[in-house]
């Protein structure tokens, strides 16, 4: 995503805030494509920003929302308890990596990922966060001043928040993996030593797989490393899985992929195939710690979205989903780096986990011209991602087919073809 000048809209009565990455306008959609007011049909290849998990109006999803309506809209979480939100979190125990077995409810990833920040604060009583370069944790303030993905999303908007140390994401392009991740630990030690000390760090908060920031999985000896300190000093070691979470990376969550437990973590986007709604898991014991009527919200744990992600994680867990994420994922991969193998593409690396896939290019213009040809001339929609822009993202909806894969690569060789 990328900044504009403010634009004078014509007969709209739109604020012009939202920054567009396409003008159409959608009537419906279903499955992996959106079809626009003028009936003419689009592969969704950007799942509306990776949400769409179960595709575009799934039957069990639109079946469990419509049901919930009809009985019960709004059942404020202060004022009674309504018969879905236990056996929503009953089920996220089941599915959370490690002891994670008590979940508090919101409606966006920025919610989320601030009540964790809350969380934090209260149950170790010590006022900084660390976060990692390249990130993006939300659009309130203290998610801005969490968020390093680019200026655009903080420019103009001083002062944010202070208690806010960003540490260095290991660059994914550097040549020795090994000591880019050394030196990004180095610096997190710095940060510890010099400017935060651990007795004062409430939390390390880390996108396993960087979103905004061009789709860049985190190392594994950098995530271990950052949960051995974690450990070594009481600091709680925050997924936010906003993004990377619900299926995405072709596990249920993208830290099975290195087999380590974080203390928090951050649910939304795909967890209700479009509702909103966000999860923040912890253990019980550091819940506890987090003084009831500290924190909660109007809409949290609204009915609907309890529904429809009851309903999404019943089509997840169905045999077959998730094989599909690897598999599509694996199709895709090999497809890109066909494609990438030729000098003219411009490609300087793919890289990424199940169905979040990046391509890096050499420049932001190409990448955001191969995109703007996939959709005008492939009536496919991508996204481009990363601090210059010059990662093209790959997030279809989870339940793409292998012919919708092969038609998304076809589109995009004749776009890196058309724009060499
Ligand atoms: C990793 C991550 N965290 C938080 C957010 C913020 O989510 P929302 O836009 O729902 O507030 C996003 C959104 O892209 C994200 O990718």
Known sequence: MAEQTPQPTVGSHLSQVWFKVTDLRIASGQGCRVTTVDGEDYLDFAAGIAVNSTGHSHPKVVKAIADQAARSIHAQVNVYTHDLLEPLATRLADLAPGAIDTFFFANSGAEITEAAVKLAKQATGRPNIIVFSGSFHGRTHMTMAMTTSKTSYRAGYAPLPSGVFVARFPDPLADDEAAEVESALRGVDQLLSAMTAPD???????????????????????????????????????????QSGFGRTGELFAVEHYGIEPDVICMAKGIASGFPFSALGTRRELDDRWPTGSHGGTYGGNPIGCAAALATIEVMTAPGFMDNVRERGRQLVEGLEQLAGDESSGIRQVRGLGLMIGTEFDDGERAKSVAAHCLAEGRMILMTAGTAGRCVRWMPPLVVSADEIDEGLQSFAAALKATA
């Not at 908060?205 to 009481?234: D, M, Q, S, T």
């Open 200 to 242: 004062e760090t409430a939390a390390m908060i880390l996108e396993p797989v960087l979103g905004e920031g061009g789709y860049v999985p985190a190392p594994r000896a950098f995530v271990e490393g950052l949960v051995k300190r974690c450990r070594r000093h009481g600091i709680l070691f925050v997924a936010d899985e906003v």
